[in-house]
C-alpha cells in the first residue's frame, strides 16, 4: 500500500513540474489517502499483535 502512495506522490511531483495542476492535486490527493490507509492498518494490526501476544511466524 505503501508503494502505491509513493507512486502516485512521484505522478504527482512530475505532473507539477510538468505544468498539469489537476492531476497532480489529484494524485497528491490519493497519495495521502493511501497514506492514511496504510499508518491505520498499521496501527490496527499493531495493537491486534500485542493483545493477543503471539509471536511472528517466521517459514
Do not use: D, E, P, S
Request: charged letters at 0%; proline letters at 0%.
Amino acid at each position: 500500500m505503501l508503494w502505491w502512495a509513493l507512486a502516485f506522490f512521484v505522478v504527482a511531483i512530475i505532473a507539477a513540474v510538468l505544468g498539469f495542476g489537476g492531476v497532480a492535486t489529484a494524485a497528491a490527493g490519493i497519495a495521502q489517502v493511501l497514506f492514511y490507509i496504510a499508518l491505520a492498518l498499521f496501527v490496527i494490526f499493531l495493537f491486534v499483535h500485542l493483545f493477543r501476544g503471539g509471536t511472528a511466524a517466521v517459514t
